[in-house]
T-cell receptor
């Protein structure tokens, strides 16, 4: 069964450094997403991406964040200058558009980002 | 705004016990509703979904019925196993968004042998 993959599984970085989290969505999907889950808290939406542009983003997704689909298979989340509060599990998801009802989003295993 | 409220955890059950995890929602209209599961050390997996009122989603022995009268989507399983130990999340799309999911706070389930 096709699945979303993410690398690395764990990333440790120093505050102020840039990080890039990588995802390979399911191959025939057209919508891509990033969510995050701070330890012990809810899963929060960050951004959705379609047709090479951001379609929705939350208040969390400020100028420090960017997303890109650099080729036909990868989808990346870049955090320009990490802060301690960026420490979280970051989940990538993808979905195939369906008419009418909400797409079903399929999630990757996550990347645990630790900012020191 | 649109939201889901889940029962407080953690929940601890013995194997073969009956499980109910409550989820109620606040939404405009009748959005699709989802249950996701997060096993220890893993990511979110879709467990089941329902796309309209009175629909019943089911998977792996779990069921949830979309009830508009009570704005609920409670998760049930007749006989839990140790392998069901995980965190369970109820979710729905935010109002005005087809794709921005909002999640409940999650319910930790531990099943003891």
């Amino acid at each position: 069964e096709p699945e979303v993959t993410q690398t690395p599984s764990h990333q440790v970085t120093q505050m102020g450094q840039e990080v890039i989290l990588r995802c390979v969505p399911i191959s025939n999907h057209l919508y891509f997403y990033w969510y995050r889950q701070i330890l012990g808290q809810k899963v929060e939406f960050l951004v959705s991406f379609y047709n090479n542009e951001i379609s929705e983003k939350s208040e969390i997704f400020d100028d420090q964040f960017s997303v890109e689909r650099p080729d036909g298979s990868n989808f990346t989340l870049k955090i320009r200058s990490t802060k301690l509060e960026d420490s979280a599990m970051y989940f990538c998801a993808s979905s195939a558009p369906t008419s009418g009802r909400t797409d079903t989003q399929y999630f990757g295993p996550g990347t645990r980002l630790t900012v020191l | 705004g649109d939201s889901v409220t889940q029962m407080e955890g953690p929940v601890t059950l013995s194997e073969e016990a009956f499980l109910t995890i409550n989820c109620t929602y606040t939404a405009t209209g009748y959005p699709s509703l989802f249950w996701y599961v997060q096993y220890p050390g893993e990511g979110l997996q879709l467990l089941l979904k329902a796309t309209k009122a009175d629909d019943k989603g089911s998977n792996k022995g779990f069921e949830a019925t979309y009830r508009k009268e009570t704005t609920s989507f409670h998760l049930e399983k007749g006989s839990v196993q140790v392998s069901d130990s995980a965190v369970y999340f109820c979710a729905l799309p935010l109002r005005g968004s087809a794709r921005q999911l909002t999640f409940g706070s999650g319910t930790q389930l531990t099943v003891l042998p």
